[in-house]
């Protein structure tokens, strides 16, 4: 809590008119000098201030100051209740409910405290916000093992108030041992991160992606007591990737605690040897990505200029496999139809990552999807591949697909192969579907031919989690592109086995996990009659003028 300085200084003159008018000064001086007498040898000329602090407990004269005291937190009290104030910092518009959680004792639980943040130097000259002011405000949302938590909002600061924990439960995920607790050595297997994403939210509501951090919990299996203290630096997104935005301050704990630790030596050969693993899988997948290449542009020269993406940039700068940012989601009862999957899809926020400086250029960013769920907002490939990986989901044949629209301008969307095979496009940032009747170019000028309807005019390549396949026909215009996918003198595969080690879930990689949807905390019915209630005096009040 902070107090303004006139309230400050006010109470320290209330504490030292107290202390004078008891006499404390002298008092201490008398059980100072005693304790010198009683308890300090000729040869020990040191006191310390714990045994100084413990000779005044011991003669009560720490417990008289504090009664004497005591009117102060009354007055408090007093104020309290006749008048409750208005926060000076962040009001949150529902007040907050503690919920009780069910542990289960027979169970791993991994409790993640965030301790208050420091070094957010770009909010250093941020004003203290007035009572009762709307501010700009951080939140941190986490995922570890198909679970997902959200801190409180907490104003934007140089050092941001985050006090909040989260209990992940370390789950196993074979079935049958899903009962038995899991001990060190299995957890030391468990390679899967904590993904913290911080976001910022301003006055007008608009989110920001600020940082996006995968914590390597496994520390605290040898710490001392099953609890470390962490400070993990956060750097920046996009063109900011190598600039340090902040630090948080983290305690992970175990719960229960383990029976036994781990010692350093292990955890840390673990984390080498899981390195060195994923580096050399990714140094070999990149080795076949360049073959698979030359042997491309062997085909036809012409084939460098079309837009085949092997490769994309998350929000970190790290080159990732574009199949890795694919994988079948299941959302439950939350979606109910791949065309419901399409305009949750499309309802999402569309936005172009930033760019710093002009000339037109198009930074590329292919979000993480907890990042792009968090911002709820992001450009036409996070849409395409969060719609692509629902459309897995509900068992379909679906692929990414790399083009231009018109003016050349890059762009993805999503295709559908159905089992009679029709192929359909998904336009994932508005829910539009188009059959695609390709037009055959020998057919005599006298043949009717199909008139596309969707807005695509070229096609590179499409993927999806476990194939990849550049386009070899001769145009790459989609209305001319016939998608026989088997047919390799149309469509160049790459290896199922390449792709599969670097971007499979359960490899030992630098993939992230996928988080699992969550159900929306508004209540629909609610929501709708408020919507319904003030249309109605908005069209009432029209009528009248």
Request: hydrophobic share 35%.
């Amino acid at each position: 809590m902070s107090l303004p300085p006139e309230k400050a200084s006010e109470l320290k003159q209330i504490i030292h008119q107290q202390l004078v008018k008891m006499d404390v000064h002298g008092r201490i001086r008398e059980v100072l000098a005693e304790t010198i007498r009683e308890e300090l040898a000729p040869e020990h000329q040191q006191l310390s201030t714990e045994d100084l602090i413990k000779a005044l407990r011991q003669r009560g004269i720490i417990d008289d100051v504090m009664k004497e005291l005591k009117f102060v937190t009354d007055v408090n009290e007093k104020e309290r209740t006749s008048a409750p104030k208005p926060s000076t910092h962040f009001v949150d518009r529902e007040p907050p409910v503690l919920q009780k959680t069910n542990i289960d004792p027979t169970r791993r639980y991994l409790y993640l405290q965030v301790l208050g943040g420091k070094a957010f130097l770009e909010h250093l000259q941020e004003p203290e916000p007035l009572p009762g002011q709307i501010c700009s405000t951080f939140t941190l949302c986490l995922h570890f093992r198909n679970q997902r938590f959200r801190s409180k909002p907490v104003p934007c600061a140089c050092e941001p108030d985050f006090h909040d924990g989260f209990l992940l439960e370390v789950h196993k995920d074979s079935l049958g041992d899903g009962s038995k607790m899991v001990d060190a050595t299995t957890m030391l297997s468990i390679c899967d991160p904590v993904h913290m994403v911080l976001i910022k939210t301003d006055t007008f509501g608009e989110t920001t992606l600020v940082a996006s951090y995968f914590l390597e919990w496994r520390s605290v299996l040898a710490a001392e007591n099953g609890i470390t203290n962490v400070a993990v630096e956060l750097l920046g997104v996009g063109t900011e990737s190598k600039v340090s935005v902040g630090i948080l301050n983290i305690r992970l704990e175990m719960y229960p605690q383990l029976n036994k630790t781990l010692s350093p030596e292990i955890t840390n050969t673990q984390f080498a040897l899981e390195r060195q693993k994923t580096a050399e899988k990714e140094r070999l997948f990149l080795v076949y990505a360049k073959q698979w290449w030359r042997e491309y542009l062997q085909i036809r020269p012409t084939h460098n200029v079309r837009l085949v993406k092997i490769f994309a940039q998350d929000e970190n700068g790290v080159n990732r496999p574009v199949c890795s940012y694919i994988r079948p989601l299941r959302a439950g009862r939350l979606l109910d139809t791949p065309r419901q999957a399409a305009r949750f899809v499309s309802v999402l926020g569309y936005e172009r990552a930033p760019v710093i400086g002009g000339g037109g250029g198009k930074q590329e960013q292919w979000c993480t999807l907890l990042a792009f769920l968090c911002r709820n907002k992001g450009d036409c490939e996070d849409h395409a591949n969060l719609l692509c990986s629902l459309l897995l989901g509900f068992g379909l044949e679906a692929f990414v697909c790399v083009g231009t629209k018109a003016k050349g301008v890059p762009h993805t969307w999503v295709m559908t192969c159905g089992t009679d095979g029709t192929i359909t496009f998904w336009e994932s940032l508005t829910g539009h579907r188009y059959i695609h009747r390709p037009i055959n170019p020998d057919d005599p000028p006298l043949v009717e031919q199909p008139k596309p309807l969707y807005p695509y005019r070229t096609i590179g390549c499409i993927f999806n989690h476990q194939k990849f396949l550049g386009n070899c026909q001769p145009s790459d215009a989609v209305e001319v592109c016939v998608f026989h996918l088997h047919d390799e003198s149309k469509w160049k595969p790459m290896s199922g086995e390449a792709i599969k080690s670097v971007c499979s879930p359960g490899t030992t990689s630098s993939v992230p996990p996928f988080p699992p949807l969550c159900a929306s905390t508004i209540d629909a019915a609610v929501t709708s009659n408020e919507l319904e209630l003030q249309l109605r005096i908005l069209v009432s009040e029209h009528r009248k003028h």
